[in-house]
């Protein structure tokens, strides 16, 4: 099973900007879907948004127009990148990557995102 390492977590005031990343043990070169998810304090994960491997990107309503999920085609153990702009308090969460296959549902142990003052 690939194992998932997310980086670039942090605090960050409001209105201001940050980006996750996700690597991944092993090249990826066949996959379903990537995506970020997030639980914040209290609550359930949620979706945040998804990559298809046909290039296709989903949001959840809560976070369009703000953030960017891509791949870095640097290198395939590279697994999607999440851009976090305009960010609020309520965008304050653990954030978890997720790569799924054919044969495996991978998550990252997930990485703290605060935007505070």
């Known amino acids: 099973q690939v194992q998932l390492v997310e980086s670039g977590g942090g605090l960050v005031q409001p209105g201001g900007s940050l980006r996750v990343s996700c690597a991944a043990s092993r090249a990826i070169y066949i996959f379903l879907s990537m995506g970020w998810y997030r639980q914040a304090p209290g609550k359930q994960r949620e979706w945040v948004a998804t990559?298809?491997?046909?290039?296709?990107?989903?949001?959840a309503d809560s976070v369009k127009g703000r953030f960017t999920i891509s791949r870095s085609r640097d290198s395939a153990k590279n697994a999607a990148d999440l851009q976090m702009n305009s960010l609020t308090p309520e965008d304050t969460a653990v954030y978890y990557c997720?790569?799924?296959?054919?044969?495996?549902?991978?998550w990252g142990q997930g990485t703290q995102v605060t935007v505070s003052s």
């Open positions: 990559l298809t491997s046909g290039g296709i990107t989903n949001y």
């Open positions: 997720n790569v799924r296959t054919w044969n495996d549902n991978a």
